[in-house]
């Protein structure tokens, strides 16, 4: 691959605000047009096209980081997509040009694999075209939104899809890699309510086309893109669901100061929630100072919530508050601007299929007495018995329905816009997840490909089980050269 150095990147002032000049690229007024390595006679020299960033950009600095500050990288250039075709044209660009590629929608990734340094970032956050038919309880989204704009857009009609709990999380990605929240035990994955997407592949030796997925078309690449999707197969630009109507919620929050009840909230959530009504979702979260748990009852009252949840709430002296209203209401009022939020993090993922012992909850105690920053948390999320546990018409590549519960150790810390912030915190808390996480191996099993962890080993199976070889042969199909590829990618079936 031919390194495009940032000198390279420099001599590129003399174009316009939407072109980028590079040696044998040759700059139009607000295009770029390739003319370099010989390419497929299908697939003429492609021409950059959308929103152009570029490191002489005065907004380059703002476009290029991602919301993990830990993870720096200078792109060559970003491409913000204004439609499928600015998509079409950035692959088609990139593959003549021999540049690396990434896919970004929310900025989430959290090991920063959707940034790279010196190659092409193709990023569908502006494509936020929304398409709902009430009468078929369909949704065409566009890519670029995120979790909250989505739910936002279906509350107007009272309508609602599994989603993940941070609103800022772009949809796609958290679609394509699984999704669970508080609507999982009632609705199931957020990919299972995905029934259709719109993708950009790699076509041929150096070019793109679009295909319509469905389960009856390329029923096999809409499997693999049921929790195997992020960044894999293609570029997804828009993804069509099954929408349910959902008029309001009962939303329950208790706290208990202090981590003295822990062992005994943790257990009785552990045996309670995952069992209880599948309208009931819940989620528990420890940190240095206090307990939390958080319920979400579809369709439920404020006298149902309490009572499914008073095995948990009889427990010490909890303050506990009820609010009921509609979905997207609730959602936005439990979300943090992410400017408040600390600028680093670093998570575990794992799946639980048996219940915590006694020693599992006594490592999570102490351990987040010893957080390295007061952001540190122990996240859970119930699973059990629930629609997750039902595959969807044509199946998904998600491997983890029948996990008891979802859990992630997280750590926090540095300030929003200071690089340099939390620089002596960084190794301190990277130990802790790592430790924490090996302390927890006994009793958990499997990853959650949207929360990676880098350092695991057989990522493989972790993630994807039984399944990875069948994403294998997928990719090999739709994906042959390998253009869309990242540290943990799932590579090409060989034969």
Not at 45 to 74: C, K
Not at 204 to 213: S, T
Not at 282 to 298: D, R, Y
Request: charged residues 20%; proline residues 6%.
């Amino acid at each position: 691959m031919r390194d495009l150095s940032r000198r390279d990147l420099l001599r590129a002032t003399a174009v316009g605000a939407g072109a980028i000049a590079l040696p044998g690229v040759m700059a139009g007024s607000s295009a770029v047009a390739a003319d370099g390595p010989p390419v497929d006679d299908s697939y003429p020299p492609a021409t950059l096209t959308g929103r152009i960033v570029r490191p002489q950009s005065p907004d380059y600095a703002e476009a290029s980081i991602g919301w993990d500050e830990l993870f720096v990288r200078y792109p060559l250039v970003i491409v913000f997509a204004q439609e499928t075709q600015d998509v079409v044209n950035a692959l088609t660009w990139a593959r003549q040009h021999d540049v690396a590629l990434r896919v970004r929608s929310g900025r989430h990734s959290l090991e920063g694999w959707s940034n790279v340094d010196n190659g092409l970032v193709i990023d569908v956050s502006e494509l936020k075209d929304v398409h709902i038919d009430t009468a078929t309880r369909t949704a065409k989204l566009g890519a670029g939104l995120n979790q909250s704009e989505a739910i936002t857009a279906l509350g107007e009609y009272d309508l609602a899809a599994t989603t993940g709990t941070e609103g800022t999380v772009g949809l796609s990605g958290a679609t394509l890699g699984g999704g669970f929240g508080f609507l999982t035990r009632y609705l199931g994955m957020a990919c299972d309510n995905l029934i259709g997407a719109e993708i950009v592949v790699a076509a041929g030796a150096n070019g793109a086309r679009v295909l319509e997925v469905d389960p009856w078309n390329h029923a096999d690449l809409l499997w693999a893109l049921r929790g195997a999707g992020n960044g894999n197969f293609g570029i997804v630009t828009s993804l069509t669901y099954q929408v349910a109507p959902l008029e309001s919620v009962a939303y329950l929050q208790a706290t208990w100061s202090g981590l003295d009840d822990l062992h005994d909230v943790f257990d009785t959530w552990q045996r309670v929630a995952p069992f209880t009504d599948p309208r009931l979702g819940s989620q528990v979260e420890i940190h240095p100072t206090e307990i939390l748990v958080f319920g979400v009852l579809a369709e439920g009252s404020e006298a149902e919530v309490r009572r499914l949840l008073e095995p948990l709430l009889s427990i010490g002296n909890p303050e506990v508050s009820v609010q009921i209203g509609g979905w997207s209401e609730t959602y936005a009022g439990f979300q943090v601007p992410n400017d408040e939020e600390p600028a680093k993090w670093k998570f575990f993922s794992q799946f639980t299929r048996e219940p915590f012992p006694t020693r599992a909850i006594s490592i999570v105690r102490e351990f987040m007495e010893k957080a390295p920053s007061p952001d540190s948390n122990f996240f859970t999320q119930a699973f059990g018995r629930g629609a997750q546990r039902q595959e969807p018409f044509g199946g998904s590549a998600f491997p983890h329905r029948d996990a008891l519960f979802y859990s992630e150790p997280g750590a926090g810390w540095g300030t929003r816009g200071e690089p340099d912030s939390g620089d002596a915190i960084t190794p301190i808390a990277q130990t802790w997840i790592a430790e924490f996480s090996q302390a927890l191996r006994p009793y958990v099993d499997g990853a959650y490909v949207n929360v990676p962890n880098i350092g695991m080993a057989e990522w493989e199976e972790a993630y994807w089980g039984r399944n990875f070889p069948r994403l294998r042969k997928i990719k090999a199909k739709y994906d042959p050269h390998n253009v869309f590829q990242y540290e943990q990618s799932i590579p090409p079936a060989t034969h």
